[in-house]
């Protein structure tokens, strides 16, 4: 069987369910019924989790937004891009992002790393400075490997997730219902910025839903 | 591979680079940079790193970007930017015009033993910097040469990277406060005021 790219991000203009290997939403709360049927681009002014991410983000007043992309952030990336408000900063790796948050934090800028599962082990060490330092870091972590996954290379790294992060002083705090994630990053933001620490949220694959192979 | 001999004595160029520094804001690499910068005057306005290796051009992209108004300078060594050759892609897709790269190049790790690093085999650092997207980049063997460049790192449309060849010599150990949080703090007040820092 051939390995499915990442899947791409769609052009700005495409419905959100047209994403190939995409199915989440099923388990969305207010404004499922949209999602799951979407086909237009109404549908994406219409309440989802990543616009509730995003909401919560220009609330929050983050300005640089680092991320490896993760098909689960392929949305919420678009907003991002669109938001003049907000600088949309793609990174080669995950510790690059920890990096970003301190030079943005040293400068009296707000930043949100964006990540999935497999990139939590690649900014330990980065994040040990962050602790050091007491950088307030806010990560949003989209899950792989763990609810309906079909490549077994993402059960590793992803069962190790929560302990890594844990080991370096992340604060985890974790979302499986998709009407949930905005309070949850909300009160991630706030705990992060408000007492100068690093947070993670991580996203359930049972909210971002299991990416298709085929 | 051949290179030439470097000449020019690590903790002059970071002193005279510094002597010209007014307003700019400094990151600081790991290991020797740090203690170059130390040794060049010690400022609320430097962000020593003691660790997080390979992370200290982003840190200076997340300023940068957070302050388009001032100058920063990521001073840093060959090991250290080697650790995060991505982030002089991540760096050019940004375009700071702000912020210049300078690598104190002794082409070894100084603070493990001395192994020669990739650019002691002729990895060429500013090539790399350049097909990345750099708006400049270049390597400076002599003084004269330094002399041109250094008001290129606080005028210079950036993103800029240079690549400062210096020799493996030895100099005194001069070390910053290696509390994390208080270099923070220390730094985001000098540059915010206390009231923005600590809100």
């Known amino acids: ?214 | 591979m051949a290179n030439k001999k470097p000449t020019l004595e690590r903790r002059k160029v970071v002193a005279d680079i510094l002597e010209h520094r007014g307003d700019a804001l400094v990151v600081a690499g790991l290991g020797a940079p740090t203690w170059d910068t130390a040794a060049a005057g010690d400022h609320a306005l430097n962000f020593y790193t003691w660790g997080g290796m390979g992370g200290a051009a982003m840190i200076g992209l997340g300023l940068a970007l957070a302050q388009p108004k001032r100058r920063v300078l990521v001073i840093t060594g060959d090991g250290e930017l080697l650790m995060g050759l991505g982030s002089l892609a991540t760096i050019a897709v940004q375009q700071p015009r702000n912020l210049a790269v300078i690598v104190i190049d002794n082409e070894h790790y100084g603070e493990t033993g001395m192994q020669p690093t990739h650019t002691r085999y002729g990895v060429d650092l500013p090539a790399m910097a350049r097909a990345a997207g750099f708006r400049s980049a270049g390597t400076v063997y002599t003084s004269p040469q330094l002399k041109t460049w250094i008001p290129r790192f606080y005028r210079q449309p950036g993103p800029m990277f240079c690549s400062i060849k210096v020799t493996t010599e030895d100099a005194p150990l001069v070390l910053p406060v290696r509390d994390g949080t208080a270099i923070k703090n220390r730094f985001r007040v000098a540059l915010l005021g206390i009231s923005e820092a600590y809100k």
């Not at chain 1, 790796?93 to 934090?105: C, K, Q, S």
């Open chain 1, 1 to 214: 069987m051939k390995i499915a790219a990442k899947t791409p991000r769609p052009p700005r203009n495409t419905d959100w369910k047209g994403e190939k290997g995409f199915t989440g939403m099923r388990n969305a709360g207010q404004g499922s019924s949209h999602e799951s049927r979407a086909t237009s681009n109404e549908a994406r002014s219409s309440s989802s989790w990543p616009d509730d991410i995003h909401r919560v983000l220009t609330d929050a007043n983050v300005r640089q937004v680092g991320y490896v992309p993760d098909s689960g952030h392929a949305r919420l990336i678009d907003l991002v891009r669109a938001d003049k408000r907000m600088r949309a900063i793609p990174l080669t790796t995950e510790e690059e992002g920890a990096a970003l948050a301190v030079g943005a934090w040293l400068g009296g800028e707000r930043s949100v790393l964006l990540m999935q599962s497999s990139g939590a082990g690649n900014c330990i060490n980065m994040l040990g400075m962050v602790n050091e330092c007491r950088v307030p870091l806010l990560t949003l972590v989209t899950m792989r490997g763990q609810w309906g996954e079909f490549n077994p290379w993402q059960v590793p790294m992803s069962q190790a997730t929560v302990p890594s992060l844990a080991a370096i002083g992340v604060v985890v705090q974790g979302v499986d219902r998709a009407a949930e994630v905005g309070e949850t990053v909300a009160a991630a933001a706030r705990l992060a910025f408000s007492t100068c620490r690093m947070v993670a949220v991580l996203i359930s694959q049972r909210v971002v839903g299991a990416k298709q192979f085929k």
